[in-house]
């Protein structure tokens, strides 16, 4: 499911795979990311790696900076 919200850009990349039953929303999916089932993040937090961890979490301004950033 890819719901949307004005104002809340979503980017998925290319060549991904995206688990069954799995929501994204407001978020940039770079190419090659695996998105398995089961698998909960917090809102407003950088994912880093594979599989993807938490690095830090972002700031009501970096994540407004980051949904304004286009992905490379």
Known sequence: M??????????????LTVGYLIMLH???????SLIPEGKV?????????????VV????DVSARQQQRTPPV
């Open 2 to 15: 890819l719901p949307t919200d004005e104002g809340v850009p979503m980017h998925i990349g290319n060549e």
């Open 41 to 53: 993040f917090p809102d407003k937090v950088l994912i880093v790696g594979s599989p993807g961890k």
């Open 56 to 59: 830090r979490g972002l700031s």
């Open 26 to 32: 407001g978020c940039i999916v770079g190419d090659g």
